[in-house]
């Protein structure tokens, strides 16, 4: 299987079970930002369903649904997980549905019966994001959408689930209709490539400064100002490890 180019150098490795077709949800509606999920923009789209054999999966952590979301088809989702046997593996979703269940017997560490998730809490054409009730163990981390010019609510969401004591990560937006930029924040994007896409994505400094309001608060971000490559950022494997931990109460 041909491992996502993103993820080169980590113990990454991508699964999509459900078929062809892009992902029914609309999570960049009303920010003009376009998903993976959407136009074919996935490296993978034209040949799902995704799925590593075990082979491929030894040694590596399965992100199953960058490209679509977990709740959707979430029986096939869950059965085809439980068929392929993986040992480690988490799933994406922005639905704040976060009952994974999985059989006992793959579950040798993870007294709880669930698997990980990870939580886009912003996701969604209505861009809601307070789930309601306390964040189950399970949630990996939470990865809040930002730009430069919503500051404010931006702030306001990781006070939030800061407060919820759950790990957060920021991912910053890209965006293909430029349009989409108010002028005030022009300057803070410049046209370059993202893995294998060309979008309007923010300059290092833009990057920089919005991470600076959140410095010495435990907030990281999807790879780093310079490099959009998992090796450089391995966010996702150190959370993994860390919320079986939180699960297992060590």
């Known amino acids: 299987m041909q491992r996502n180019p993103k993820q080169e150098g980590t113990e990454l490795i991508d699964a999509v079970p459900q078929g062809p077709g892009d992902c029914p949800r609309d999570c960049g ?9 959407k136009g074919g923009k996935f490296y ?5 369903p995704l799925m590593p054999t075990l082979e491929e999966a030894e040694g ?3 992100r199953v649904n960058s490209y679509k979301d977990s709740n959707d ?11 392929a046997d993986w040992k480690d593996f988490f799933f994406n979703t922005c639905v704040p549905n976060f009952n994974f269940p999985i059989p ?47 500051i404010e609510h ?19 937006l890209n965006y293909t209709d430029s349009t989409f930029i108010p002028n005030c924040a022009w300057n803070n994007y410049s046209e370059r490539v993202h893995v294998t896409n060309r979008y309007w994505r923010p300059t290092r400094f833009s990057i920089l400064f919005v991470m600076e309001r959140y410095k010495d608060m435990g907030v990281r971000m999807c790879g780093t100002p ?3 490559r998992c090796v450089d ?10 919320c079986l931990r939180r699960m297992e109460g060590i």
């Open 29 to 37: 509606i009303n920010r003009g930002c376009e998903c993976y999920g």
């Open 44 to 48: 993978a789209s034209d040949y799902l």
């Open 60 to 62: 590596r952590i399965v």
């Open 73 to 83: 088809e979430k029986e096939l989702v869950l059965d085809s997980v439980i068929k």
């Open 104 to 150: 006992a017997y793959m579950t040798g560490y993870m007294t709880k019966r669930q698997a990980p998730v990870v939580y886009t809490c912003n996701g969604g054409p209505d861009n809601a994001w307070k789930p309601g009730g306390e964040i189950p163990p399970n949630v990996m981390f939470v990865r809040i959408r930002v730009n430069t010019w919503e």
């Open 154 to 172: 931006q702030d306001e969401m990781v006070a939030y689930y800061l407060d919820q004591g759950v790990p957060i990560v920021l991912t910053f």
């Open 226 to 228: 310079w490099s959009s």
């Open 233 to 242: 950022c391995r966010n996702c494997e150190f959370l993994y490890w860390e």
